[in-house]
Every structure is written in C-alpha cells, then in structure tokens.
C-alpha cells in the first residue's frame, strides 16, 4: 500500500474540465491527483520568420507555476525563465508538435501555455496530458470557422510519471513519493503504445532492465487511461484526434473522386476541390497526361494552400496511333460526352483487326513549398466492338480487362480498384510518400 493507500499499478484520480477558459481557442483545467493545471491554447496567423514561406505552420509551448503553487512562494519567472520550466516547456513543445501535420496547419501558430495552479508531482505529464485537450479544441474551432478542413492531429498524445519508491515500482508518483524516489521516470506516449519521449534518471540507485520493463508497462497503462479520460472530456470533439490528412482532388469528376476516396481511404482523407472553395476551370493544355496533372494540382495548391491530388487520365488505342490519349473526355468535341465519345471511337476502330489497347493515370500531388510529386500506372486490354456492362464511365464499357474476362462497366468498385490504371497510379503515389517519408 502507496502513502495514499493507491495500489502500485494506480493511478490518481484525474479529471478534465474542457473550456476553463472562456477567451482561449482551446482550454481545459487538468486534475491529478492534487496536481490542478491550467492549459490553454492560442493561435496566431503567420509563423516564426525562420518557416516564412514554407507552406508550414508551428507549435510551441510555454510552461509555469503560479506563486502558491507549492507550499512556499515560488517567484515568479522574470524575463529570464528558470531552467526547469524551460527544460518542461520544451518537453511539452516536442511531445504536441511530433503529434501534428504542420503542413495541413497551414501557416499559423498555436502557443499551448501550461500554468500549474497547484504542484503536488507530475506537472510535467499533466500539463502534456491536458495540452493535448486544448490544442483539440483550439483545432475544433479552426474547422468550425471554416480556417481547417479537417484536423491537423495525428495521434493523441499523454503522458505519465512513474518511479521506484521503497524499492518497488509505482505509477502515477505524487509528490511524497517523487521527493524520495529511488528512480524518477516519464513517459511520453501516443495513441499506438509508442514512446515519444522517455525521461529517467536513477537519482537513488541504478535500476535492472527488468525494472525498467515493469516501469514500461506501468506507463503505457497510466496513459491509455489518461487517453480514455481525454476523450470522454472532449466528447464529440474526439473526433480530431488522429485524424488522417487531407488531399484535394482537383477534379469536379464525381467518377473519380469516388475511386480517388475508396482507393486513398487508408491513408488520406480526399475531399472535392470545391471544399475549399476552388471551383475555377483548369485549362489543361500540356501534351502528356502527367503534365495535365501537375497544371491541376499546382493550381488548387496554389489557390488553397492545401495539399492537392490531381488525375489525368485516358485511353490510348495502339491502332490509332495513341488516340484519343490527353484528349479522351472531349474526344467527340464536347468535354464529357461519353456516349458520344465512345461512339466516335467505335466508328474510326470499325475495320480494325488490331484491338490493343491500355488505359493510362497520372496523378500529380502539389504541397505547399515542394515540388509536385508524380505516379503513372498503366492498364492494357482490348476493345469490343459493342459496349457491355452498366458501371464505370468514360470509355469502361467497351475496354475489356482480359485476365477478369470483363469489361471495366461490369467490374465491382472492389475489382476495378484493385487493377484499374488509376488504382496503380494511386499505389505508385503511396510507395513514393513512404519512401519520402522515410528518408
């Protein structure tokens, strides 16, 4: 039995009262145990001078204890910050930061402030844990007033003390227990059970690696169930936490948009390009499919300042030299005509013996301040000499896809995506974000 007759592996009690302060974008006042926080958080339009341009917002924090905070005065921190609350701030900056898509920020900053009203251990953790609130709430209302399309958070972030005190491993230490303690940890954890930042110091005796394991286990325990309280304060606004990343497709072709969000659905979540306002005509006038790409998606990059995903796609018939190619939606001369195009193309294939044919994709992703990144896939079959199937669009009807023994009208959502040109465009563009990303 603990000083305050807690079990080892129990944590204090904790509880969260989200919009504590009225005036904040986001705020909670934080409790554990007798450790009470104020955690708010601000944004700003622009950025630090030395992310100017770069298509990037920025998170920061700032941490300190109010005067009566302890039981003797503390003074209160002059222009010059004492070196513990900097080391803390810096810790709460990274742990918020590593959690956040800066890019889909856009350019803005959000300043989380940490104020501890009362210490009894575990600041540091209680102010992470309740600056993840905040900062979801401060998200929230950048969506609601139309500033965010969706949530820049990628995980949900808390963080826990734990120690060894009398020889025995503990959670959660208060601060008759830090004060002694044999060895001081912190842990800093996400939604997936992965460490963001692990902090311990054997200030009293070295520790095994088996008592570190004891330790590990106790902390991610204390923080999934510090998560669980985080998302039943925030109630519906929970729905931020880890959310995915927001790709515009620029395209006002519902056909595509729909296998561009069944195929990215994993991964991104893929809006119309009308979501951010952007309703303009792109003129597509580059002589390959990828150079339509990279027109679109540098154009509603640029009007948005969001991340965009563009295809251009068609079909190109070996007997007729490549035709329609960049041409295919307005083939007949009208833009999107199906059925007259796919009239015309019977009528100038009737007397070929040569069927070949492949459709192709491109897909263009523009970020801001990056170069435009681009994927092709191709896709070969054979054309009919009279249309089968209901499903798809475009030039589907009459492509028949050898290997399935149907035409791309009568595949299922699930098969087309699974061999369609585009489909291998989209996995060509996943392999190239992960290689990107892992350098």
């Known amino acids: 039995m603990r000083f305050d007759g807690r079990q080892p592996e129990e944590k204090r009690p904790v509880s969260i009262q989200v919009d504590f302060v009225k005036t904040a974008a986001g705020s909670c006042l ?30 920061t924090a700032e941490y300190a204890m109010l005067p009566a905070s302890t039981k003797e005065r503390k ?51 209680a102010s992470i844990t309740g600056a993840m609130v905040a900062l979801t709430c401060a998200v929230d209302r950048l ?12 995980h ?9 005190v009398d020889n025995d491993p503990c959670l959660d230490l208060c601060y008759a227990e830090d004060s002694r303690a044999q060895v001081d940890m912190n842990f800093v954890m996400n939604e997936q059970g992965d460490l963001i930042e692990l902090q311990g110091t054997g200030e009293g005796r070295a520790f095994s690696r088996k008592e570190l394991d004891q330790l590990l286990v106790f ?24 959310g995915k990343p927001v790709l515009l ?5 519902p056909h595509k948009l729909k296998e561009l969000r069944e195929i990215f659905r994993d991964y991104y979540a893929v809006l119309p390009m009308s979501a951010a306002g952007f309703t303009e005509d792109i003129p597509e006038n580059g002589d390959t499919f990828a150079a339509n790409a990279v027109i679109k ?43 007259a195009n796919n009239d015309l193309l019977l009528a100038r294939m009737e007397h070929q013996e040569n069927r070949t044919a492949h459709f192709v994709s491109a897909l263009a992703l523009k970020r801001p301040g990056m170069e435009p990144l681009v994927a092709e896939g191709k896709c070969p079959g054979v054309l009919l000499r009279e249309r089968r199937g209901s499903g798809g669009f475009g030039y589907d009807p009459l492509f028949l896809y050898e290997p399935l023994g149907k035409t791309f009208a009568e595949l299922s959502e699930e098969e087309k995506n699974s061999i ?20």
């Open 156 to 164: 949900q972030v808390a963080a826990v003390s734990c120690g060894i």
């Open 75 to 125: 003074k209160r921190d002059g222009i010059k910050k004492d070196g513990r609350s900097v080391e803390i701030q810096r810790l709460i900056g990274r742990s918020l930061r590593q959690a956040m898509d800066l890019q889909a920020l856009g350019e803005r900053t959000i300043t989380l402030d940490c104020d501890v009203l009362e210490a009894d251990g575990g600041t540091r953790t």
């Open 219 to 242: 902390g991610e325990k204390g923080t999934r169930e510090l998560m669980a309280a985080q998302r039943e304060a925030l109630g519906d606004r929970a729905r931020h936490l880890c």
């Open 420 to 439: 369609s040109h585009r489909a291998r465009a989209c996995a060509a563009m996943k392999r190239i974000l992960e290689e990107s990303s892992a350098r």
């Open 297 to 339: 998606a540098e154009a509603v990059c640029a009007a948005t300042g969001l991340p965009a995903l563009a295809d251009d796609s068609g079909l190109m018939v070996d007997a007729l030299g490549g035709e329609p190619g960049v041409y295919s939606a307005r083939y007949a001369g009208r833009h999107g005509d199906d059925e």
């Open 143 to 154: 969506i609601a007033e139309g500033k965010l399309l969706s949530s820049p958070i990628r």
């Open 249 to 253: 497709a620029a395209t006002g072709n």
């Open 30 to 59: 934080i409790a554990t145990g007798g450790t009470r926080v104020i955690c708010t958080a601000s944004v700003e339009e622009g950025v630090p001078p030395f992310l100017r341009g770069k298509g990037q917002g920025w998170l």
